[in-house]
């Protein structure tokens, strides 16, 4: 608006001017070394009009001139830092795909586009790891710890060079640094948590998950069985100590936190059969025996009543089968009470269908039993017993990660150091192998232990599945 007045003011004023020099003719003459003008004056006034257009016009060329170098600095700036980024990108899929040889390229030519900047440096050492080259790669992780905002990638990638070493009091060192920067972070929680376990540092381990409780990092009821493993983990080591009373409080705790862990109601059963509180040790095999039946549990009880009288040892075992009738455990029990007593055929009734369901070894054996008793039938015991070569295996301590068999149950997998990862199962129906993106596990530490593993690209503090079926403990 403003600028349209003063357009309108100035060809007014110009009209104006024009017609006031129109009124008033006038010549102008110019003599200057030979040379003659003559004009009118408002020819001249045109004249030197056009010239100062000239002028601004030169001027405004020049001014574009003396600017272009920045201005291209600029455009070639910007297109090194396109050309930069987009070879991080390219080096992150070589990455991904597992090209060491061009993830190393691509994070030189990133390098020497945009300059040792953090992403280029964690490319670079991204592409040294996968190329073998942890001289190269630690010396990248180092250099981000100078830089707040990058030193807890750097302590990551640091940390998982040390766990390839096998250097876990050096990984220790760094997890514990990485706790300062980032107190809440799942993997933090995770890896502390492990490395405690492997150390076997049970009391240290229980602090770090309590504090993972605290932060809502671990749900209350995986909290509540790593609580279990890891208080039944002390009362063994207390046990062999000769620490009983110390045992028996920490077992009986892991065994009311966790009903289902036999070898923690088996373990506080037998402290407390040591010190004669037989019924309280026949509380404790009932109450493992509800949740999940053992045999374990089954021998001890045996054990704990083998002194007792006949009619005092049915009475026992039937309190003890009435608690789970419908198992397969109760029922194996069950055949062996009818068997002593001389009831056969309730013995049979129990173990044929049993047997056509799942013709373990046990219930085998039983009919074995059953048919020389009964009837003297060698023959027949002959042929049962011949079935067991074909039985499936029974049930062991079987590692759900790795497919370990173990002999006797132990807070970590001897092979795989998996946390809580024995479960009573059939061996052989947990691969021997899997890929680690399919057991959960951190690609930064192949044989890391423990199910609370963060998983190296979600970061998150998720139990690991187990590849198994359904396993009681
Ligand atoms: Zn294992």
């Given amino acids: 608006m403003i600028r349209l007045v003063i357009g309108l003011v100035a060809i007014t004023l110009a009209g104006l001017g024009a017609a006031w020099l129109a009124d008033r003719p006038g010549l102008v003459r110019l003599d200057w070394g030979g040379w003659r003008l003559e004009t009118s004056v408002g020819i001249l006034l045109v004249g030197l009009a056009a010239l100062l257009a000239l002028a601004i016009i030169l001027y405004r060329l020049w001014r574009i001139v003396r600017r272009s170098?920045?201005?291209?600095?600029?455009?070639?700036?910007?297109?090194?830092?396109?050309?930069?980024?987009?070879?991080?990108?390219?080096?992150?899929?070589?990455?991904?795909?597992?090209?060491?040889?061009?993830?190393?390229?691509?994070?030189?030519?990133?390098?020497?586009?945009?300059?040792?900047?953090?992403?280029?440096?964690?490319?670079?050492?991204?592409?040294?790891?996968?190329?073998?080259?942890?001289?190269?790669?630690?010396?990248?992780?180092?250099?981000?710890?100078?830089?707040?905002?990058?030193?807890?990638?750097?302590?990551?990638?640091?940390?998982?060079?040390?766990?390839?070493?096998?250097?876990?009091?050096?990984?220790?060192?760094?997890?514990?640094?990485?706790?300062?920067?980032?107190?809440?972070?799942?993997?933090?929680?995770?890896?502390?948590?492990?490395?405690?376990?492997?150390?076997?540092?049970?009391?240290?381990?229980?602090?770090?998950?309590?504090?993972?409780?605290?932060?809502?990092?671990?749900?209350?009821?995986?909290?509540?069985?790593?609580?279990?493993?890891?208080?039944?983990?002390?009362?063994?080591?207390?046990?062999?100590?000769?620490?009983?009373?110390?045992?028996?409080?920490?077992?009986?705790?892991?065994?009311?936190l966790a009903p289902e862990l036999a070898p923690a109601a088996v373990l506080t059963a037998r402290l407390l059969w040591a010190t004669d509180k037989v019924r309280q040790a026949d509380g404790v095999i009932e109450a493992a025996w509800a949740a999940a039946p053992h045999p374990d549990l089954a021998s001890l009880h045996a054990q704990i009543h083998d002194a007792d009288g006949p009619a005092r040892k049915a009475e026992r075992l039937d309190s003890l089968i009435n608690t789970n009738p419908g198992h397969g455990e109760s029922r194996l029990l069950l055949a062996e009470r009818a068997l002593m007593a001389g009831n056969h055929a309730e013995a049979r009734?129990?173990?044929?269908?049993?047997?056509?369901?799942?013709?373990?070894?046990?219930?085998?054996?039983?009919?074995?039993?059953?048919?020389?008793?009964?009837?003297?039938?060698?023959?027949a015991a002959t042929r049962w017993l011949a079935q067991i070569a074909e039985a499936p295996p029974p049930a062991q301590w079987t590692c759900g990660r790795c497919g370990h068999v173990a002999a006797r149950w132990s807070p970590d997998c001897p092979a795989c150091h998996g946390f809580d990862a024995l479960g009573w199962r059939v061996p052989g129906a947990v691969p021997e192998f899997l890929p680690p993106l399919l057991q959960g596990s951190s690609s930064a530490a192949p044989t890391d232990p423990g199910a609370f593993a963060p998983d190296a690209l979600t970061g998150s503090m998720t139990a690991r599945p187990t590849p198994a079926g359904p396993a009681t403990d």
């Fill in 349 to 379: 009734t129990i173990l044929e269908p049993l047997a056509a369901q799942q013709p373990t070894a046990r219930a085998l054996d039983l009919l074995a039993r059953l048919e020389r008793a009964e009837r003297g039938d060698e023959r």
């Fill in 69 to 256: 170098p920045s201005l291209l600095g600029r455009w070639r700036a910007e297109s090194r830092s396109r050309r930069g980024e987009r070879a991080v990108v390219r080096g992150l899929v070589a990455i991904a795909a597992g090209d060491a040889r061009d993830a190393q390229k691509q994070a030189r030519e990133a390098e020497s586009l945009i300059g040792a900047a953090p992403l280029t440096r964690l490319l670079a050492a991204q592409a040294a790891q996968l190329s073998g080259d942890p001289a190269e790669a630690e010396k990248q992780f180092e250099a981000l710890l100078d830089d707040d905002e990058t030193a807890f990638l750097g302590l990551k990638g640091l940390f998982a060079q040390a766990q390839r070493r096998g250097d876990s009091a050096a990984a220790l060192v760094l997890v514990e640094r990485a706790r300062t920067l980032r107190p809440d972070t799942p993997w933090v929680a995770g890896e502390l948590f492990q490395l405690q376990v492997a150390d076997r540092k049970w009391a240290d381990a229980e602090a770090t998950l309590a504090q993972a409780v605290k932060r809502k990092l671990v749900e209350a009821a995986d909290a509540r069985r790593r609580r279990a493993v890891l208080l039944l983990a002390r009362a063994l080591e207390l046990e062999a100590d000769g620490l009983r009373e110390e045992a028996l409080k920490r077992a009986r705790d892991a065994h009311e």
